[in-house]
Structure formats: C-alpha cells, structure tokens
C-alpha cells in the first residue's frame, strides 16, 4: 500500500479541506496552503519544472511577501560541520554531489496556484510573474553577498543564480532558480503515480489561459454600448496585450532572440512582427494588425465603431490560434 505522505490521497483530502478550488491567489494562503501540504507530506512531494529541473522532495518554504521561496537542499549542518572540521567523508561525497551549496531552492513570484486533477492525481501548477534581472539582483546580491555565476535559460522560463550570502569565508552559497517569466513554469504533485507529462500540462495551460482572455473579451464586447467608446477602447488595448503576450512566449519558446529578458515590457508588435516574420513565413501577420492596436492604445483622434472592434478581435484571435497550433505542433 502505497504511504499516506506520498500518496495520491493526501493531495485531494487536503484540496477538498479547503472545498476543493480552482485556484488561490492570496499570497498568504498560497503560503498556508502549501505549508500544510508540506507538513502531511513531510516534504516528500515532487516538483517538476518545465526545464525538466526536478526536486525530489521540499524541505521547506518561505514567503518574504510577494516573493515565495521552495527550497530543495538544506546544507546548513554540512556547512558548520565542515567548518569545525567535523565533516565526515561520506558527508562530504554526499555534499560535493551537490556543487557544496548550503541552500538550493526556487524563487517565484506567484500570480496564482491553479489545481487540476487528473482522475485521482492533484497536479498544482504555479504561474509567475514577471521578475525583472534588475530585480532578481537586487534580490538576491545585497552589499555584502557575492555573485559567482548567473546563467540565462529564458526558453526554459528561468535563469539561475549562484551567489555567496555575507563573508564567503563562512561558505553560505546558495543557488538559486527564479522563475522569472509571467507563465506557467512549474508544478508540486504526488510522488505517488507521478508522470513526465509535465512540461505539457504547463505548456497546455498557459495556451488555454490565452483563449480564456480573448473569449473574455469577447463577451465583453457583446455587451458593450456601441457608443461606450472609452469602454471598447479599453477592450480593444486588453486585446493588443493578450497578442503581445502570446508573440512573446512564442519568441521565448522558440529560443529567438528579442532581449526578452532584459526588456520585457519594451518590447513591441512592430519587433515581434520582424522577428517571427524571418523565422516564420507561414504566419500571416499583417501590417494593419499593429495599425488598428496602435490606433486602439492611443489617443488617434480616430473614433471606431463597435463592427471595427469586434472585427480587430477576430483577425487577432485568429493570429493567435495559428500561433498556438504552432506550439502544439512541436511538442
């Protein structure tokens, strides 16, 4: 028989605790959430990370609001061992193993958990905000820490930073994945009947999170007064964000290079349009596209009927889907 701590069973009694939601996302019970998931389970849960990057286990979590930390590795009592060179050599191997790092550990600023249940399996996906390197830096690298690498996998959703905290005479390194792209980019499960389908459920549900904003809006514009034409131009802003958004995380998933991670929110339709139409001739991406959004962002002076939104809506959901079928395609 499978053990209650590592089984299906003890992720959907504590779901169905808290009455069994779609998603939490209050920070704070996100936080009690997942430290009373990590007690019942004495840590022996999986996480998966769209990288492929796995934890076998998490000793423990911290939240420093709105940034959450899940933490692999604890070495602190190899550390101050080795320090009172009290290390054995077994503890040693053990540690060495592990690049000698006191902490190994996640740093996500969570948007939202979203809990799917998949027959009786309780999969737990997190999706992040953007972290901006400027912020990770700061972040992480105080006055007194010192960086040792810092290492760039924006295709993989993350970038990974290896550091020294205060006085590296004292050894305290720490390693560290922030999840720093606004995607789904990770996930807790069972260890009991885990599977390797996780890079799909997140790839699955960060697509589906798309077509729900653009059907949104949609039903938003239906019932819209024709004349509401600060309401509509809103609406038509929101469909220009969720179109950035998409080209962005195809530009990410693909591995093509717009210095996504360094100016993420400077880049624009005209970029992304430059960029996918040299690696991509078979997306139709029209000028006129960038046009209608720009005249629907900004004050053009031009006033537009509700026909003209509702068609901007159409022609964008339709360059969004031909985008999505090419993420699906491929994995």
Known sequence: MQDYKMSEKLFLDLWREWGEPEEIIDGEQIK?????????SKGLIILDHFSFINYDHISSIKYE???????????????????????TEEEKDKWAIFGFDTYSYMLLHVNKVKFVKVKNHLFILFRTNLIPHKQAKKLLLSQDNELISEENFKHLLYKNYTFYEGNKDFLIKHDC?????????????????????????????????????????RTSLSTVNQYDYDVMYSLGNTIRRILEYTL?????????????????????????RKKIKEEYKD???EKNIIDRANELSHDSGIIFEKEDVELFWSHVKELIQTVINKVLNDN
């Open 32 to 40: 009690e959430f997942l430290t009373q998931l990590i007690d019942m």
């Open 65 to 87: 609001k709105p940034y959450l930390k899940i933490f692999w590795k604890n070495f602190d009592e190899y550390r101050e061992k080795y320090l009172k060179k009290q290390l």
């Open 248 to 272: 962005k995380f195809l530009c990410i998933y693909k591995n093509l290079d717009i210095k996504i991670d360094k100016k993420y929110s400077h880049i624009y339709l005209g970029d992304l």
């Open 283 to 285: 997306i139709k991406f």
């Open 177 to 217: 994945i922030v999840n720093n792209l606004p995607y789904y980019s990770c996930l807790i499960q069972p260890k009991e009947k885990n599977g390797s389908q996780t890079r799909r459920i997140l790839l699955y549900f960060t697509l589906q999170e798309i077509i729900e904003r653009m059907n949104a809006v």
